[in-house]
Nanobody, 118 residues
């Protein structure tokens, strides 16, 4: 059983910053890629950023230069530092991880709401 627990969402004004965290727990042999998706109301879920176990990163064009993804492998935790937030960043943010138990599987957090509004 693998659990991903997110924290750090909330309400912020345009131009502000938030830092999301997501920690994986359970009987895991290995975690490969970790990342974040988001879903705004009436929109499809979209990839925000991901990071490999070795630290390679990839970002959606809409967040490049504003968001930074990082991870602490010792803590099984991935972070998303979000700066210069815009109203269009408003969404539920979900973390995910590719985890090896008896086989590789994709696991998701419950989501955390980020609202950017004045």
């Amino acid at each position: 059983q693998v659990q991903l627990v997110e924290s750090g969402g909330g309400l912020v004004q345009p131009g502000g910053s938030l830092r999301l965290s997501c920690t994986a727990s359970g009987s895991m042999f290995k975690i490969n890629t970790m990342g974040w998706y988001r879903q705004a109301p009436e929109k499809q879920r979209e990839l925000v950023a991901f990071i490999s176990s070795g630290g390679s990163t990839n970002y959606a064009d809409s967040v490049k230069g504003r968001f930074t993804i990082s991870r602490d492998n010792a803590k099984n935790t991935v972070y998303l530092q979000m700066n210069s937030l815009k109203p269009e960043d408003t969404a539920v943010y979900y973390c995910y991880a590719d985890v090896l138990l008896s086989s590789w599987g994709n696991y998701w957090g419950q989501g955390t709401q980020v609202t950017v509004s004045s």
